[in-house]
């Protein structure tokens, strides 16, 4: 009798925790599938210049989190107002650990203007010298290679001043896009924080 009874209890102890592991795995995919970024689109790959005038692609940092966005140093609001925001995303991602895996890449796309000269000291100038911050740069035909490839706007006008998308590019270590964040006072800075942070597990 004490052995019926005791296996039977056995068998609703075994019962319980099995149910309990299913519930818990079912919840966990459940949540992963809420917070797991989805695939926009594949990233365009570029061949593009940094400040030394060595080549860097895209490839070149493949297997990392990657933030890219378009700027020209002349611009009068917007990209100023993008490069600071994305000093301090840099600081908060160095606070967190998660500064050694992420690339911020910021290519100009006035290749007239903005020489490698020309960026070393706007680099500078704005205190942009950060580990795993790339400013790129090209000639005419590779940067609008590369903004075509974003699908992008980015118009000269006679003014000398460029009509241009306010869009950073979320791009994961499998050269995804992710996510398509606003530029400028409406950056949300958290938002991209946590998002790095969440794909960065999946390396």
């Known amino acids: 009798m004490k052995v019926a ?22 919840g966990y995919q459940l949540w992963w599938g809420m917070t797991r970024l989805p695939v926009i689109d594949r990233a365009p790959d570029f061949r593009l210049s940094d400040v030394n005038n060595k ?9 990392k989190i990657r933030l890219v966005s378009f700027f020209y140093t002349s611009c009068p609001d917007i990209c100023q107002t993008t490069n600071y925001n994305l000093v301090s995303l840099d600081k908060k991602l160095a606070e967190k650990g998660l500064q050694k895996d992420t ?21 500078a100038a704005g205190q942009f010298d950060r580990p795993g ?6 000639e005419k035909d590779e940067i609008n290679k590369a903004v075509k490839g974003f699908k992008i706007v980015a118009e000269k006008g006679s003014d000398g ?8 590019f979320l791009v994961d270590g499998n050269n995804n896009i992710r996510s398509v964040y606003k530029m400028g006072s409406d950056m949300d800075n958290d938002q991209i924080l946590k998002d790095i942070a969440n794909l960065q597990k999946e390396l």
Request: charged fraction near 20%.
């Open 103 to 123: 690339n911020l890449i910021s290519i100009s796309f006035d290749s007239e203007r903005d020489t490698a000269d020309h960026l070393k000291k706007y680099i």
């Open 161 to 168: 001043y460029y009509l241009h998308s306010n869009k950073l």
């Open 133 to 138: 911050w790339l400013f790129l740069r090209g």
């Open 5 to 26: 009874v005791v296996k039977r209890y056995s068998f609703y102890v075994v019962t319980i925790l099995l149910l309990g592991l299913f519930v818990g795995i079912l």
């Open 55 to 63: 080549a860097v692609t895209l490839h070149d940092t493949d297997g």
